[in-house]
């Protein structure tokens, strides 16, 4: 069963206003992109005439996919991008510790989705490509995941790196690495299929990031599914790099403008135009520094590209004059920032693809649905409203239950009246005290009262930890299920068809948030 809850019922987004009335088709949130989410045909067209490094990009890809155990579908589809005719949908994210939250393989797979429904609109073909934004340096980002653990709390595990500070493509498959990810296999709630996922994550190379694009190409070996780093473009890049330290006023001017705009339009522009728009460079100790002198290093951009790392507002230029790029499959605030780089793409010359609002789910069982409803709840309520447990539970009461500690409340507090005015003719301070007993017998009885609640509901089958539980999975943290949760939880669970029946949910082009209940776990 699929539920469709519309992004403005989600208290998360609430603050992206851009987001919100670009899936709301609003005109003015538009105008900021060079086509509509589904503007296929003028995205093709847009592409005429512009000229990519194909037949090098392909050679690239090869050397990097192959060692990585790459599909015969993944090679095919990377030797047909040498081909003119042929295209590509990229979807990013970063290296994240199993692969990271799980819309990060949402993400994946609304691109092969993507790349699947232009493919057919348009009649040509449309590789599916994953960049894996490994020149990231947030340590903080990557080097941790979350669980439900047995009691059904959300636990969390992590890795320390004595390096951290410098890109994540240094980062090698450390001793503590490899702890973290057993100590996430120790402690999780364990599923049915927990062996079989664990073993398509089971480090098989000794640098990081290569763990994690192994094992989304062995995740989607069937869709032929091409992966990407940085590092693997750059060689290609010296021309757009010599580009970007020419332009750097002109870019922040741009970047000046577009965010002058959306401040009128009341959207929040989420790059700074002081600091977005630049170049890096790597120091002596492997870190990346900002370029601050650009017009110095103009003759190295082009001889040595692979001494140049992109910024968030670069980066995606980078990949749309180096890849094929037809449309890119984005989260919520990668969309709103993208927002900002339409001036830089006409700037550039370089056709800006479609923005594309990636699918997002919410997944429970068909028992977690069932015991849900059982305290009065549904997925939506939880993900749409703080919930108060303790009205809940005490809403399960059978009616005239609490009526009793109610009025016992009531006859302590008349019993209690008459000695107030005698206590404080004695001693106006005995009045404080008169108080203090009060509120003590008041006290008293709200821990009577819950302590029967429980043993009342719990004779009825319920507990405020399973419904905590149930929150938990819904909720975790108290944010979206796919921003906390890893797609391994839902793997070990579901089982190894999981992946693949996510192109069975709901319509691609509806942006809207889906709850979707599955058969019961481990079944």
């Not at 079989?196 to 990031?209: A, K």
């Not at 989420?270 to 460079?281: H, I, K, M, R, S």
């Not at 028992?367 to 305290?375: G, I, K, M, N, V």
């Not at 997925?379 to 016992?408: C, N, T, W, Y």
């Amino acid at each position: 069963m699929i539920d469709l809850l519309s992004w403005r019922d989600v208290p998360a987004m609430s603050g992206n206003r851009l987001f919100l009335d670009y899936v709301g088709h609003q005109s003015r949130a538009l105008s900021y992109y060079s086509h509509g989410p589904t503007d296929y045909a003028a995205a093709l067209a847009g592409r005429a005439g512009f000229s990519y490094p194909r037949a090098e990009v392909a050679s690239l890809l090869e050397r990097y996919n192959r060692p990585l155990g790459a599909s015969e579908q993944t090679l095919s589809n990377i030797a047909a991008l040498a081909d003119p005719d042929v295209y590509c949908v990229v979807g990013g994210q970063q290296a994240g510790l199993l692969g990271g939250p799980a819309y990060v393989a949402y993400k994946i797979d609304c691109t092969v989705r993507l790349a699947r429904r232009i493919s057919e609109a348009l009649g040509v073909p449309v590789v599916p490509m994953f960049w894996l934004a490994s020149e990231d340096h947030d340590f903080g980002e990557i080097n941790h995941t979350h669980f439900v653990q047995r009691d059904g709390e959300i636990g969390r595990v992590s890795f320390d790196w004595r390096d951290k500070g410098r890109p994540i493509a240094d980062l090698d498959m450390t001793e503590e690495v490899r702890e973290a990810i057993d100590a996430y296999w120790s402690s999780a709630q364990p599923g049915a299929f927990a062996e079989s996922t664990r073993s398509l994550l089971e480090p098989r190379n000794s640098r990081y990031c290569d763990w994690v694009a192994a094992f989304w190409l062995r995740l989607f070996a069937d869709d032929g599914l091409v992966v990407v780093e940085p590092a693997t473009l750059r060689p290609v890049a010296g021309s757009f790099f010599q580009r970007a330290l020419q332009e750097r006023e002109t870019i922040g001017n741009h970047l000046q403008g577009v965010a002058d705009r959306m401040q009128q339009d009341g959207y929040t522009p989420l790059l700074d135009p002081e600091t977005a728009g630049v170049l890096y460079t790597f120091d002596d100790n492997g870190r990346r520094v900002r370029v601050h002198e650009p017009g110095s290093m103009l003759a190295e951009a082009l001889a040595h590209p692979e001494r140049f790392s992109t910024d968030a507002a670069l980066r995606p230029l980078l990949a749309d004059s180096t890849l094929p790029v037809i449309a890119s499959t984005l989260g919520a605030g990668e969309l709103a920032y993208q927002g900002m780089l339409r001036p830089l793409y006409q700037e550039f010359g370089i056709p800006q693809p479609i923005c594309f609002p990636r699918q997002s789910y919410t997944f429970v069982s068909a028992s977690e649905e069932e015991r849900l409803t059982a305290y009065g709840l549904r997925p939506q309520d939880v993900l749409k409203h703080e919930i108060d447990m303790d009205s809940i539970m005490r809403g399960l009461m059978p009616p005239g239950e609490l009526d009793r500690f109610a009025k016992a409340r009531e006859d302590i507090a008349q019993a209690l009246d008459p000695l107030r005015d005698y206590v404080e003719e004695l001693d106006p301070n005995l009045g404080r005290s008169w108080e203090q007993a009060l509120s003590t017998a008041l006290r008293n009885i709200d821990k009577l009262e819950d302590r029967a609640v429980n043993v009342t509901l719990s004779r009825g089958g319920y507990s405020r930890r399973e419904l905590q539980s149930l929150r938990n999975i819904v909720l975790p943290r108290g944010r979206l299920q796919e921003r906390v949760l890893p797609v391994t939880h839902f793997m070990q669970h579901y089982g190894p068809s999981f992946i693949p029946r996510l192109r069975e949910i709901g319509e691609l082009e509806n942006f809207a948030h889906a709850i979707v209940t599955l058969e019961d776990r481990d079944a």
